[in-house]
């Protein structure tokens, strides 16, 4: 039984002093059942359960298990003896920057940082060889400050060029840390999509999609793409010349019996992507591997973001859309919008060579002391130096006859103190139109399905496969919740209609391998999830046979979804989490627990074990609800809900230990509903 006096709260200080809490470990964000009292009040926890205890994860070394991702893999290292003029080159540029085990003495420390959304102090200190990355969070009403973590980084993300953000680890799990380093600003600040009372913490789980535009090589363990085994850190030779088993095997065997490799470049096939003999949509494809992301990002059945093959053209796996308001209307440009502004730039429909490396060359890191004139270049290469409207006097007065400033300007994005380069490369009085301010946009909720946008799906104009690729994508940016203003019952009815006419279409054509479209399981998942949230939304209209119709629809789909999908996908875990809550709603409670059981095992989410431990106090497991609760807890130390569940567990048992839970529950919930920021305000 726990003991407690506020939790493990510590008296408030300038210099708060912590004892580190259990390691965290990851999260995402799904829907817990609000159930407040999830046992008998004063009913007493068990010891054990009446069932076998929940299986814990396996905590055996992952190091060897599963298949590499990045096909024949050999990494960039076999390519130092043969090609080490090239190697050293690359290996100065910033892709081979891209994820790096962190080096204390270079990282800066944070003595003090306070944000005031979410009420919490944080500090990034040195520890010996080691970073540490500590938060405490203060409680309203209170004098007390409550630990929450005191984590050593172990891997830096991202080249520094804009930002780093730091990686933590949990276990098998890797974990993003709240803050991150803003190379503009010089400063640590909170973490793209952290700055909100209630943001994760270090509960945000680093998944192989994410570590895809930064990681060279890696394998998963049991193919859960939350768990992966990193074979080379940043970005190698392989990204774009594809695995060089067969290349290296080719060559250590022609040397074996020749001192002379020079003369046989052309009577072998050396089994290596040469990008420079690709077609167009090729070789763009290996630069929008990465920098191709779009508002969605969708694939066709059994892809994923490490199904790409350089040589291939990325449309074969993948589809990305653009959905929602303009860029014009949401005041920032994308991150990742580069291609999507390329090909719409008037250079690039005019030409039919233009691509990425015209301008970047990827084994080469760019002198800032030569980037002007190396980028004057680029354009000269095409452009006559007299063909620019202005004099020279006059570019040499406005920027030193820069011709990117003033075609292609730095626009602000939806990252945090991060600009880039605008890829347009917009004539500056087209540029200024452009860039005009929209009228702001109204709170009134938008009635209409959102636009799309195909930013890479080459299917046909009006085929069935281009249908169900728009729907699905729409589906999909509705279900992220990517602008509130769409989030009523009307555009989730439209958007259901939709979808489940396209899906319909495509069970009854005739399917052309020749054409990508996105895979039936997600855009049923994606279906099955847009209805349940339609359930969410307070109807008086919805009459008790439309809404259990609505329930029988998304379950059906979500336990087809079940049945297909044999690989712990994401759509496969949004399938267990829809049919648990469901289950659960329907007071069909064990059921419930062996579908939360199956979801903890493939995720680290706070409300899946909340949840779980719901289920097990209806079954009277009370032992194994407490230990859920608590695991909800380590994960997500702000989560109040668990807290609540604790409170009325200990109830008769330990009744300070309930007083000192609920109470944590309550002033959790005040600070991420902002109250005490209202209060700090008028002060």
Not at 155 to 168: D, E, N, P, Q, R
Not at 550 to 565: D, I, P
Not at 591 to 602: C, E, G, S
Request: hydrophobic share 30%; charged share 25%; glycine share 6%.
């Amino acid at each position: 039984m726990l003991s407690l006096t506020w939790a493990g709260c510590s008296k408030k200080s300038a210099s708060p002093e912590i004892e580190p809490p259990a390691n965290q470990s990851a999260v995402g964000s799904n829907t817990p059942q609000q159930d407040p009292d999830p046992v008998p009040s004063g009913a007493e926890p068990e010891s054990g359960s009446e069932a076998e205890a929940i299986q814990e994860p396996d905590s055996s070394p992952r190091e060897g298990r599963g298949t590499a991702m990045l096909h024949n893999a050999v990494g960039s290292q076999a390519c130092v003896a043969c090609h080490p003029h090239r190697a050293e080159s690359f290996f100065e540029t910033t892709h081979a920057e891209s994820l790096r085990l962190v080096d204390a003495k270079v990282e800066p420390e944070l003595q003090s940082f306070f944000h005031e959304p979410s009420s919490q102090q944080m500090k990034v200190v040195r520890d010996g060889e080691r970073i540490r990355h500590q938060s405490w969070q203060e409680l309203p009403q209170t004098d007390y400050v409550m630990p929450l973590s005191d984590h050593p980084v172990e891997l830096v993300m991202g080249s520094g060029t804009f930002a780093k953000s730091y990686l933590i680890r949990d276990g098998d799990a890797l974990l993003q840390a709240p803050l991150s380093h803003y190379t503009e600003q010089g400063e640590y600040d909170m973490s793209p999509g952290y700055d909100s009372p209630s943001h994760l913490g270090f509960s945000r789980q680093v998944t192989d999609d994410c570590l895809f535009c930064h990681a060279g090589s890696l394998s998963r363990v049991d193919g859960n793409r939350s768990v992966s085994v990193l074979h080379e850190l940043a970005i190698g030779c392989e990204r774009c010349h594809g695995g060089g088993q067969q290349h290296v095997d080719l060559a250590n065997q022609l040397s074996a019996n020749s001192t002379d490799l020079t003369d046989l470049d052309a009577a072998h096939d050396w089994a290596i992507v040469h990008p420079h003999e690709l077609g167009r949509d090729s070789l763009e494809s290996l630069c929008a591997q990465c920098h191709l992301q779009g508002d969605v990002q969708m694939f066709v059945r059994g892809a994923d973001s490490w199904s790409f093959h350089p040589g291939e053209d990325l449309a074969a796996t993948r589809l990305v859309y653009k959905v929602g308001p303009t860029e014009k209307e949401s005041a920032s440009t994308s991150f990742v919008g580069h291609f999507g502004q390329m090909h719409a730039s008037e250079c690039y429909l005019g030409s039919e060579s233009l691509t990425c490396v015209t301008c970047h060359d990827p084994h080469q890191r760019v002198d800032d002391a030569n980037r002007e004139s190396i980028h004057r270049d680029h354009c000269l290469s095409c452009h006559d130096n007299l063909d620019c409207g202005e004099k020279l006097n006059i570019r040499m007065t406005t920027n030193e006859n820069s011709c990117h400033q003033c075609h292609m300007p730095r626009s602000e994005t939806e990252v945090p103190h991060v600009s880039i380069t605008d890829h347009r490369i917009a004539v500056p009085s087209e540029q200024a139109d452009n860039d005009a301010p929209a009228e702001m946009a109204t709170e009134t909720p938008v009635t209409e399905l959102p636009d799309v946008v195909a930013l890479l799906d080459r299917s046909p104009d009006g085929s069935w496969q281009r249908e169900l690729n728009e729907a699905t994508a729409i589906g999909q940016w509705l279900w992220m919740g990517s602008n509130p203003r769409y989030d009523n019952t009307t555009v989730f009815d439209l958007a259901t209609q939709r979808l489940r006419s396209a899906i319909q279409t495509a069970e009854t054509s005739k399917s052309d391998s020749s054409v990508a479209h996105v895979s039936l399981v997600e855009a049923k998942t994606r279906l099955a999830s847009l209805l349940d949230r339609v359930l969410l939304f307070p109807d008086k209209d919805r009459s008790e046979a439309d809404e259990k119709r609505l329930r029988k629809e998304s379950q059906t789909l979500m336990q087809w979804v079940l049945s297909e999908e044999k690989q712990p996908t994401p759509e496969l875990q949004v399938a267990l989490e829809s049919l648990a809550n469901a289950a659960a709603a329907e007071e069909q409670h064990l059921k419930a627990y062996h579908l939360y059981q199956r979801l903890i095992k493939l995720r680290r989410h706070p409300a899946d074990h909340y949840n779980l431990g719901l289920a097990c106090g209806k079954l009277r497991r009370f032992g194994e609800a407490e230990q859920a609760f608590m695991e909800s807890i380590r994960i997500q130390p702000t989560y109040p809900l668990p807290y609540a569940s604790l409170a009325r567990l200990y109830q008769t048992i330990d009744p300070r230990a309930a007083s000192n839970y609920m109470q944590l529950s309550q002033r959790l919930r005040v600070v991420q509903q902002g109250d005490v920021n209202v209060g700090r305000a008028s002060q």
